[in-house]
């Protein structure tokens, strides 16, 4: 049974920084690109980061971009999202996602990944 949890979520001020986990089981990781995504009440998902099954190819959204820095650790099956310079509209449920592809790619499209975790809450108050 394969499990994605997120950990690392909570209440942060603006401008203050939050590194997200999420720990992967039952599936074999480094066969796997990792993703990001957030949603916030009455909001669409959005895609947030994505990284490569292999290699150290990533791909964020440009509300992110320069902020926050997506990384893995294939021998702990565990995927990271450091967020820094954090502002009130990152306020949302982030969630983890696992996909099958090729060893170069990004997804950053949610069809294209197969598990999720149950994601974790970050606040980010004014």
């Known amino acids: 049974q394969v499990q994605l949890v997120e950990s690392g979520g909570g209440l942060v001020q603006a401008g203050g920084s939050l590194r997200l986990s999420c720990a992967a089981s039952g599936l074999t990781f480094s066969s796997y690109a990792m993703g990001w995504f957030r949603q916030a009440p009455g909001k669409e998902q959005e895609f947030v980061a994505a990284?490569?099954?292999?290699?150290?190819?990533?791909y964020y959204a440009d509300s992110v971009k320069g902020r926050f820095t997506i990384s893995r650790d294939n021998a702990k099956n565990t995927v990271y999202l450091q967020m820094n310079s954090l502002k009130p509209e990152d306020t949302a449920g982030y969630y983890c996602?696992?996909?099958?592809?090729?060893?170069?790619?990004?997804?950053?499209?949610?069809?294209?990944?197969?598990?999720w975790g149950q994601g974790t809450q970050v606040t980010v108050s004014s």
């Open positions: 990284h490569s099954r292999r290699g150290s190819s990533t």
């Open positions: 996602a696992a996909a099958s592809a090729a060893w170069y790619s990004v997804p950053i499209g949610p069809k294209e990944y197969n598990y």
